[in-house]
């Protein structure tokens, strides 16, 4: 059975995109792509088709480009798709994969998590310490407070925090992509020994910009060594 999740309303209100999921049998795993379709129901379309995932699909501001997140470069990325035809273009070349994405309003701005070690100068850094991790033959941890495990993924000291960085041009323009020259994303979560979204399950619908795009506003549970106990988000 078909899985739909994640509609999006165009600025005009004329059209939704939303995410179709897919089971592959004989690959065993479940496929994501993105649809349209008017809203009044008529003129249905696929609009990927990549065998990675492609999800969380934001309208930019014009009304004629999808901003989303696909794994079609071999890590979660942004990228940037216009609706009246055209190959999808890599925005983001984070070192890390980047989840949750959201759009400011006036499309000069877009969000995103990351998950990042709290000491860390830079997500380049977070890179690094991982590569290292992974080299090590020694597997064991030591946790000094509570969560050590979130439903099936242990903890290994790194946080979602949120990441907002400016489209050069706006979010609708061809070619606004994050290259050298290019302000690197601001953590605006920096210091804050909390996750956003909420774990395990919470998602993008946590996070949103401010109508003038001046600002953002986002759920966390910053309760230090209570967390594990505490339902105050």
Do not use: C
């Not at 003129?43 to 930019?60: F, H, K, Q, V, Y």
């Not at 977070?126 to 033959?137: C, D, G, H, V, Y």
């Amino acid at each position: 059975m078909d899985r739909l999740s994640d509609p999006q309303v165009s600025p005009d209100g004329k059209l939704v995109a939303f995410v179709v999921r897919r089971t592959d049998l004989e690959a065993n795993t479940g496929r994501t792509d993105l649809w349209l379709v008017a809203t009044d129901g008529t003129g249905l379309r696929r609009l990927t088709s990549a065998p990675e995932a492609d999800t969380n699909p934001r309208w930019a501001s014009d009304g004629r480009t999808i901003w989303f997140l696909s794994s079609r470069a071999g890590s979660s990325q942004v990228w940037r798709l216009p609706i009246d035809g055209g190959e999808a273009e890599q925005v983001t070349k984070e070192p890390l994969d980047v989840s949750n994405l959201v759009v400011a309003p006036d499309g000069k701005h877009i969000a995103y998590t990351m998950e990042v070690f709290l000491d860390a100068r830079t997500v380049q850094d977070t890179k690094n310490r991982l590569e290292a991790q992974s080299k090590k033959k020694a597997t064991g941890r030591v946790y000094e407070s509570l969560f050590v495990r979130h439903w099936d993924t242990w903890k290994d000291g790194r946080r979602a925090h949120l990441f907002v960085r400016p489209v050069a041009g706006g979010a609708g323009t061809p070619g606004a992509e994050f290259g050298d020259g290019n302000p690197e994303a601001v953590d605006v979560m920096k210091g804050m020994d909390a996750d956003t979204p909420a774990r395990p399950f919470g998602g993008p619908e946590e996070i949103a910009f401010t109508p003038d795009g001046q600002g953002i506003v986002f759920t966390a549970k910053d309760m230090g060594r209570a967390e594990a106990w505490s339902t105050d988000f």
